[in-house]
């Protein structure tokens, strides 16, 4: 039945309640508008109100900060550039890396994220055994990912940039793609809806911190509430409860 089952949707909805009541009256609050990515269970816009481990963090975190959220989904290059660029903006899920430091404004981390190489026939340990490994690599365009294998010598060949919200899944099923580098609960959450058959998995080899995080440019007491709000629903097991009830999610 989806991502949660109807019992824990029912949780989720008291659980805003109860953020929402000791706010500032959401009706009258200002609204900010909030770039994310298709990326379950990490982010998403789904029609029962559910919005990913990140999505629902950064939800709850803005009710109890006094702030309502206007949805913006577009390709994650674009996002990030419109965040960029703009002014306070928020985005998730955003990994902090060397090369984006400058970039934003850094609200807080939600989450930890590994990534590893995922193919149909091949199993690699290290990132050098896959640079000698793979031909083809999927990667999320605009991605962390991408970046790390920059970083590392992966050559432009073997580097194969989809857009993130596309089903790369099915490139390593047809045979396009040698292997997929990416998040793996993204991935394991993807390959069960499109196959059974087992995928060879390497060990982690890639951990950032996902952020909420904001426009270079953000307003100080935007960065405050909202941080002091996340850090409130840390204290209390929050965080971790949602991210639990996404994972261990049938």
Not at 149 to 178: C, K, W
Request: charged share 20%; glycine share 6%; proline share 6%.
């Amino acid at each position: 039945m989806g991502y949660l089952s109807q019992s824990l949707r029912h949780m989720w909805v008291l659980c805003f309640l109860a953020f929402i009541a000791p706010a500032v009256s959401l009706a009258h609050a200002p609204e900010i508008d909030l770039y994310f990515v298709e990326a379950p269970p990490l982010s998403m816009a789904d029609e029962d109100g559910l919005h990913g481990i990140v999505g629902d963090a950064t939800f709850g975190a803005a009710a109890l900060a006094g702030y309502q959220l206007h949805l913006i989904s577009v390709p994650w290059a674009r996002a990030q550039q419109s965040v960029r660029k703009g002014v306070d903006m928020l985005i998730i899920p955003l990994s902090r890396t060397p090369e984006r430091e400058a970039d934003y404004t850094w609200i807080a981390p939600i989450m930890t994220m590994d990534r590893a190489f995922f193919s149909l026939d091949k199993r690699v340990e290290t990132l050098q055994q896959a640079r000698e490994t793979f031909a083809r690599i999927a990667v999320g365009r605009g991605s962390a990912q991408e970046q790390k294998l920059r970083a590392e010598g992966f050559s432009e060949t073997q580097i194969y940039p989809f857009e993130i919200g596309e089903n790369p899944a099915q490139l390593l099923l047809m045979g396009r793609v040698d292997a997929w580098f990416n998040g793996i609960p993204e991935t394991q959450n993807i390959w069960r809806k499109v196959s059974n058959q087992p995928l060879q998995v390497s060990p982690p080899l890639m951990r950032t911190d996902l952020y909420l995080a904001c426009s270079k440019r953000c307003n100080a007491v935007l960065v405050r509430k909202l941080r002091a709000a996340v850090a409130a629903l840390r204290k209390d097991g929050t965080l971790e409860r949602i991210k639990n009830a996404y994972l261990k999610a049938p």
